[in-house]
């Protein structure tokens, strides 16, 4: 893939190596000073139009900004060269590339019925549209789950749910990361993992899941012996009043039941269970 990082600091040197400021460079490419300062950032990069005239300016060679005899730099003398590209070569100097010839390569490709492989999608998701998008990924055989997070932000999310469909047991961590992109149907089948492996995590998946869903895994992991207070109290904005209130009378003989955790539950609490608390503890103390 094309680094941009790289090719940001060879413009800076061959810019100080002719003795000219940002300004000076964005005076004779006739741009704006910030897009200069945002090529020798990486923030952005020259687009094709734009490469000859800069290797021109800074005297030095396409392959001396590019780097020599790296395979992103013949595939934009291609470019350039209005040569036709594979969805595979365009795909590895998308942000040089105009975003018609992105377009145009993926059509073809698309035309030719030609699947693309996953790590190709992932590198053009941020330049396509949500539709031609959707199609690459459903139509691609090799969509792995670390991929399914790197598109997630760019899919619809009926195309995330069905390439989710394709994978069993996902880890919390790809669950996790996937939350707020999935459908909240989706979502609910997928939080078993949690009450099955690491509980812990669940505080983070808590505020993308339905309510119902929510309080059944608590009421089990409850069931399970496998719940503490510690687990109840980050739970407690997103679990219904009569769930809540059902598993803190439960816990209120636990070891954890302390005057701090009833304090950081009582806005979540009814007054009732709140008043049958504060006697328990009462005579307790």
């Known amino acids: 893939m094309f680094n941009t990082v790289e090719?940001?600091?060879?413009?800076?040197?061959?810019?100080?190596?002719?003795?000219m400021t940002q300004m000076a460079l964005a005076d004779a490419m006739g741009i704006s000073f910030q897009a200069v300062s945002n090529w020798e950032r990486g923030?952005?990069?020259?687009?094709?139009?734009?490469?000859?005239?800069?290797?021109?300016?800074l005297k030095i060679?396409?392959?001396?900004?590019?780097?020599?005899?790296?395979?992103?730099?013949?595939?934009?003398?291609?470019?350039?060269?209005k040569e036709p590209v594979t969805v595979s070569e365009i795909a590895q100097v998308t942000p040089l590339a105009p975003p018609e010839v992105v377009e145009k390569t993926v059509q073809d490709a698309e035309k030719n019925d030609k699947p693309?492989?996953?790590?190709?999608?992932?590198?053009?998701?941020?330049?396509?549209?949500?539709?031609?998008?959707?199609?690459?990924?459903e139509k691609a055989a090799d969509v792995s789950p670390k991929d399914l997070v790197a598109l997630a932000p760019f899919l619809c999310g009926g195309t995330l749910d069905a390439l989710v469909d394709r994978h069993d047991n996902l880890d919390e961590s790809t669950i996790l990361s996937l939350a707020p992109f999935l459908g909240r149907e989706k979502l609910d089948q997928?939080?078993?993992?949690?009450?099955?492996?690491?509980?812990?995590?669940?505080?983070a998946l808590a505020p993308f899941l339905s309510r119902e869903t929510l309080d059944g895994?608590?009421?089990?992991?409850?069931?399970?012996?496998s719940f503490s207070m510690d687990r109840l109290i980050p739970l407690a904005p997103f679990l219904a009043e009569d769930t809540l209130n059902g598993i803190l009378r439960f816990l209120q003989d636990s070891d954890s039941f302390s005057m701090q955790n009833m304090v950081a539950l009582a806005p979540f609490l009814s007054r009732e269970t709140l008043h049958v608390l504060a006697e328990k503890w009462e005579k307790r103390e």
Do not use: W
């Open 7 to 19: 090719t940001a600091r060879r413009i800076k040197e061959a810019r100080l190596a002719q003795n």
């Open 43 to 57: 923030s952005s990069m020259p687009d094709i139009g734009k490469l000859s005239q800069l290797c021109e300016v």
């Open 61 to 81: 060679s396409l392959s001396d900004l590019l780097g020599e005899d790296r395979q992103e730099t013949k595939i934009i003398d291609k470019l350039i060269s």
């Open 116 to 137: 693309v492989a996953a790590c190709d999608i992932v590198c053009l998701a941020p330049f396509l549209n949500a539709e031609c998008l959707s199609r690459l990924a």
């Open 190 to 203: 997928l939080a078993e993992n949690y009450e099955k492996h690491d509980p812990s995590r669940l505080p």
């Open 217 to 225: 895994i608590v009421s089990r992991m409850l069931e399970n012996g």
